[in-house]
């Protein structure tokens, strides 16, 4: 294995994950234009490669933007709402919310469905939203609500979008390529995800895994945004097998090797790693007198969520700064603090 001369973090933040070597090495690449026949195949075979991993087959295309997670759930909410209906979004942590605002910030109308973070979705009450209201064309929840780590039932709502024939957005962005996901079976119209999370690559592509059918009915919908138009981004990628402006190059080549090492390893055997890494952490965290926030069964094998303790000695910065020293980088930016288990596998390599 090629060593690079940088230090080696472990990070145990919501995002980006720790990535190996060989990924960060996959970015030195000669320069090359994206409209290069070379680099056109590469892009082709990393899209190939996540369908691949929803088993999504010839039904679903994936496109990839330049961009964070943000990017591609603006351009799902902005491009699949039809014009003069509703989106109905499950909301229950920072990232539902995101999507309300995204929906927001085009003017379309939006059926906010709150649950309180700590509590499991009541489905009851998404069943009964999503009868009421006719003007609903859509249905969007976050599979794993990275706010606290909750994973939410992306099979019980699929059914009721299905069954009231909604259209089913799915943010995966924290759990994609970590849970065994099944696009076909779970009834998941558009999929979204990012490349700097369970896939383990670098930070900088997003993309969008959409149902073909679906995406042709966006043809006859106004354009909401330019750069985040879904349908152009097909079209573009149908007709040229290319993105229509300039993609993060070094990152889909970093990409490709974060895709070859995800096979290798396999989908169940990341998910079973992923479980005993956050139940190892759990143990030592509980061990240690810290109390969780979910419940053990809300809880995803992704991110553990932690109360800080009331104790007048205790002080987040310190332990912060004292971890920062050492190359553990906790996360600051959210009101829980939420460790990533699955970089455990990283300490340890």
């Given at each position: 294995m090629i060593r690079l001369p940088v230090k080696r973090n472990i990070l145990l933040n919501p995002g980006p994950a720790t990535t190996t070597?060989?990924?960060?090495?996959?970015?030195?690449?000669?320069?090359?234009?994206?409209?290069?026949?070379?680099?056109?195949?590469?892009?082709?075979?990393?899209?190939?490669?996540?369908?691949?991993?929803?088993?999504?087959?010839?039904?679903?295309v994936c496109l990839v933007f330049g961009g964070s997670g943000t990017a591609v759930m603006d351009s799902c909410l902005n491009s699949?709402?039809?014009?003069?209906?509703?989106?109905?979004?499950?909301?229950?942590?920072a990232y539902g919310q995101r999507m309300v605002d995204i929906a927001k910030a085009y003017n379309i109308s939006c059926v906010d469905v709150k649950f309180d973070p700590h509590v499991a979705i009541e489905l009851s009450h998404v069943e009964q939203a999503t009868a009421e209201d006719p003007q609903i064309a859509c249905v969007a929840m976050v599979h794993h609500e990275t706010t606290t780590g909750m994973l939410n039932?992306?099979?019980?709502?699929?059914?009721?979008?299905?069954?009231?024939?909604?259209v089913f957005i799915v943010d995966a962005i924290s759990s994609f390529a970590g849970i065994p996901i099944d696009a076909k079976k779970l009834g998941v119209d558009y999929l979204i995800s990012?490349?700097?999370?369970?896939?383990?690559?670098?930070?900088?592509?997003?993309?969008?895994?959409a149902r073909i059918s679906e995406l042709a009915k966006l043809h006859a919908f106004p354009k909401r945004s330019y750069?985040?138009?879904?349908?152009?981004?097909?079209?573009?990628?149908?007709?040229?097998?290319?993105?229509?402006?300039?993609?993060?190059?070094?990152?889909?080549?970093?990409?490709?090797?974060?895709?070859?090492?995800y096979f290798e390893e396999g989908g169940e055997n990341r998910f079973k790693r992923y479980l005993e890494s956050s139940r190892v952490l759990r143990t030592g965290l509980e061990e240690m007198g810290f109390r969780l926030l979910?419940?053990?069964k809300l809880q995803s094998p992704f991110l553990v969520t932690v109360i800080e303790p009331s104790d007048k000695n205790y002080s987040f910065?310190?332990?912060?700064?004292?971890?920062y020293a050492m190359g553990f980088l906790l996360s600051r930016e959210i009101t829980y603090r939420t460790y990533l288990p699955s970089c455990e596998y990283w300490c340890y390599r």
């Open positions: 070597d060989t990924v960060k090495i996959a970015m030195v690449v000669p320069d090359i234009c994206p409209r290069e026949q070379d680099f056109t195949n590469l892009l082709s075979e990393v899209c190939e490669d996540l369908v691949k991993i929803v088993k999504g087959g010839e039904d679903y699949v709402v039809p014009p003069g209906k509703k989106i109905l979004v499950i909301n229950n942590g039932p992306i099979k019980e709502i699929g059914e009721i979008a299905k069954n009231h024939r909604k990012t490349a700097n999370k369970c896939l383990q690559g670098m930070a900088g592509a997003s993309f969008v895994i750069y985040l138009d879904l349908y152009n981004q097909y079209e573009f990628f149908r007709d040229t097998a290319q993105v229509p402006f300039t993609p993060p190059v070094q990152v889909i080549y970093s990409l490709k090797q974060a895709l070859k090492e979910l419940d053990k910065q310190i332990l912060y700064d004292l971890l």
